[in-house]
């Protein structure tokens, strides 16, 4: 990570400035990092006496729960559920934090409203390509491992005392969208680790919620998907295929096959990983790859997406892109073997 721009620092102080209503906004199926840089940066604006809301497009999983505590819960908006006040509250807001996403369209329902609201915009993200235009300021960093530790880097910056919740959020966002340090680490993750390890932060609690607080049907699902489910191709792709009768029988919501696509890595055959969920009219794709293999273009050449150059995603629509959801293998391995041509 290259050092925060001075400049840019002194921008962001100033548009602070004077600021009563700010609203931070993230992705559509919010993830550790969305949830956590989000709520890293509300829980240090309101620790300035500031009023700050978090929104997302849709709801925080289950399995993120833990991550909010009351006072974060009423200060919560989700555009699919409270359409209206989520809307109103951008429209009202003096500062908009985009975090953890590098075009407004990563809003979906959003977007509109996002790029039509008169405030200033300031991002925070870690893909790469961001839509410069859409925003007043942007901090954009791809060697860095996550928004969280982005959004702990230009605190710092501007001298920020963070208080203790604040700093747990962050270190759970970098925590989950590293792997534990697995993938994405840089020397300045190390860096904000310790930090916050003084600051305090209970990291084995972190961990704990992270990854032993799941329901059964996680597991049960996830044995069934690795013994029968996955297939591995002859170009080295693995893909797992929830089809919606699977999700149905299993009870799976939001949040339950979090990290199944990066399961078949660990075959040493394996190059790239897919994972497909069923949604209304398309599969959410879910795309990782080892080094030397891109999921990034994976995605954005086959599946309408994009991410990161190891970790990417998209959807597969059908009729459009497949006739019927029973195509969706074929598809899979036709794209997939032109892929490695
Ligand atoms: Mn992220």
Request: overall charge negative; aromatic content about 8%.
């Amino acid at each position: 990570m290259d050092r925060i721009d001075a400049r840019k620092t002194e921008e962001l102080q100033s548009l602070l400035r004077g600021t009563e209503n700010i609203v931070t906004v993230s992705h559509t199926h919010p993830d550790g990092d969305a949830v956590g840089s989000s709520l890293g940066m509300a829980g240090w604006l309101r620790s300035l006496g500031k009023k700050a809301v978090t929104l997302f497009p849709d709801p925080v999983p289950e399995t993120l729960a833990f991550m909010l505590d009351e006072e974060d819960r009423a200060n919560c908006l989700i555009h699919s559920e409270f359409t209206a006040s989520a809307e109103a509250a951008l429209r009202q807001a003096d500062l908009i934090f985009c975090l953890d996403f590098p075009s407004p369209s990563r809003t979906e329902g959003l977007a509109e409203v996002l790029r039509q609201a008169p405030a200033p915009k300031v991002l925070i993200d870690h893909h790469p390509g961001p839509e410069e235009d859409a925003f007043r300021l942007c901090f954009s960093e791809t060697r860095i491992s996550s928004a969280s530790e982005l959004v702990f880097w230009v605190l710092d910056a501007l001298g920020a005392e963070l208080p203790l919740k604040a700093a747990t959020a962050l270190m759970t966002g970098m925590t989950t969208d590293t792997n534990n340090f697995g993938n994405s680490t840089f020397p300045s993750t190390f860096e904000m680790a310790s930090r916050l390890l003084e600051r305090g932060v209970d990291r084995e609690g972190i961990l704990s919620a992270i990854n032993q607080s799941y329901e059964e049907r996680r597991l049960r699902a996830m044995g069934m998907l690795l013994d029968r489910g996955m297939v591995i191709t002859p170009d080295g792709v693995a893909y797992m295929i929830l089809d919606a009768a699977t999700i149905r029988s299993y009870g799976l919501q939001d949040g339950d096959t979090e990290g199944f696509v990066n399961l078949p890595l660990a075959v040493r055959k394996v190059r790239m990983s897919l994972l497909l969920k069923q949604e209304e009219g398309h599969f959410r794709v879910s795309i990782r790859s080892k080094r030397g293999v891109s999921a990034n273009r994976c995605a954005q050449r086959w599946f309408h997406g994009g991410g990161h150059e190891m970790a990417a995603g998209g959807k597969l629509f059908f009729p459009e892109d497949i006739p019927s959801p029973e195509g969706a293998a074929a598809y899979i391995e036709k794209v997939t073997h032109e892929e490695f041509l």
